[in-house]
């Protein structure tokens, strides 16, 4: 669905190569838990990133709250196939929070705080401004506002990368 709605923007070619010239995509979250493919589709839009810079457009990929879900340890949307896809960052040697089942094991090791997939999370922000609009996947109360979107990215990013132990409470 990712790639059909990329081609019908006329920002992917058959080669799946950035052909938007100096379009602007924002994708507002949301890449896990929506099916399978998602390391493809994690690789592809960060791939696309590159190519549309290169081009003189842009792609701004976002963190919803499936992202921040994966990280939390909050495995419940996830499908078989997702499951399977991370089955090669499974580490018997690595203890997780709580039990949990063999086959999210991969998973919750891949995405948990200062992990491989979380930090490369921790690159994205959750709450984007672009020209005069601004861009989240769920909204923005007036507390957080008024408490910083920068502030709420750099905390949501520390998260990430496993700097600190909670999640901001913007996030939750």
């Known amino acids: 669905a990712a790639r059909a709605a990329l081609r019908l923007g006329g ?23 929506r099916g399978d493919d998602e390391p493809e589709i994690l690789a ?29 340890g909050d495995l419940r949307y996830v499908t078989r196939g997702g499951f399977a896809d991370y089955v090669s960052y499974d580490d018997p040697t690595v203890p997780t929070r709580g039990a949990v089942p063999k086959e999210a094991r991969g998973r919750m090791l891949a995405f948990r705080p ?3 997939i979380a930090n490369r999370l921790a690159d994205r922000k959750v ?16 507390k957080w506002a008024e408490y910083g979107i920068d502030h709420i990215n750099e905390e949501a990013s520390a998260w990430l990368r496993g700097e600190v132990e909670r999640p901001p409470e913007a996030l939750l």
């Open 11 to 33: 920002l992917i070619g058959g080669g799946e190569h950035w052909i938007g010239g100096a379009t602007t995509v924002v994708q507002t979250g949301e890449q896990l838990d």
């Open 44 to 72: 592809l839009l960060e791939r696309l990133r590159g190519e549309a810079a290169a081009a003189g457009g842009a792609v701004h990929v976002l963190n919803g709250n499936h992202e921040i879900m994966n990280a939390a």
């Open 114 to 116: 200062g992990a491989d």
């Open 127 to 142: 709450i984007a401004v672009v020209g005069d609009s601004i861009f989240v996947h769920g909204g923005v109360r007036a």
